[in-house]
């Protein structure tokens, strides 16, 4: 089993600047497996998305995010961060972490709100 936990969310205004962790645990074995992290979001109303993804050396971005967003890992204390740059009133909503393990079992955090004001 793997836990996560996310912080890092608040208020800020529009142009602004945030940064996401995501913290996972559990038994070195379960943490070993795995091997991809990720960000989702969902917004009020809407369903969840996909925003960003880091798995080995690669990264992978929706098109949204693309060139304001910067999803890095720290494998030494299982970290996983999102870097927020240039936000949008659009980008706010509670953003999730996910980790998947190579049994393609699904973890996730219970989120963090993060709120961009106009």
């Given at each position: 089993?793997?836990?996560?936990?996310?912080?890092?969310?608040?208020?800020v205004?529009?142009?602004?600047?945030?940064?996401?962790s995501?913290?996972?645990?559990?038994?070195?074995d379960?943490?070993n497996?795995i091997?991809a992290m990720?960000w989702?979001r969902q917004?009020?109303g809407?369903?969840?998305?996909?925003?960003?993804?880091?798995?080995g050396s690669?990264?992978n971005?929706a098109?949204s995010?693309k060139?304001?967003?910067t999803?890095?890992?720290?494998?030494?204390d299982?970290t996983?961060?999102?870097?927020?740059?240039?936000l949008k009133?659009?980008?706010?909503?509670?953003?999730?972490?996910?980790?998947?393990?190579?049994w393609?079992?699904?973890?996730?955090?219970?989120?963090?709100?993060v709120?961009?004001?106009?």
């Amino acid at each position: 089993q793997v836990q996560l936990v996310e912080s890092g969310g608040g208020l800020v205004q529009a142009g602004g600047s945030l940064r996401l962790s995501c913290t996972a645990s559990g038994s070195i074995d379960s943490i070993n497996a795995i091997f991809a992290m990720s960000w989702h979001r969902q917004a009020p109303g809407k369903q969840r998305e996909f925003v960003a993804a880091s798995y080995g050396s690669s990264t992978n971005y929706a098109d949204s995010v693309k060139g304001r967003f910067t999803i890095s890992r720290n494998h030494a204390d299982n970290t996983l961060y999102l870097q927020m740059n240039s936000l949008k009133p659009e980008d706010t909503a509670v953003y999730y972490c996910n980790a998947r393990d190579k049994w393609a079992t699904n973890y996730w955090g219970k989120g963090t709100l993060v709120t961009v004001s106009s």
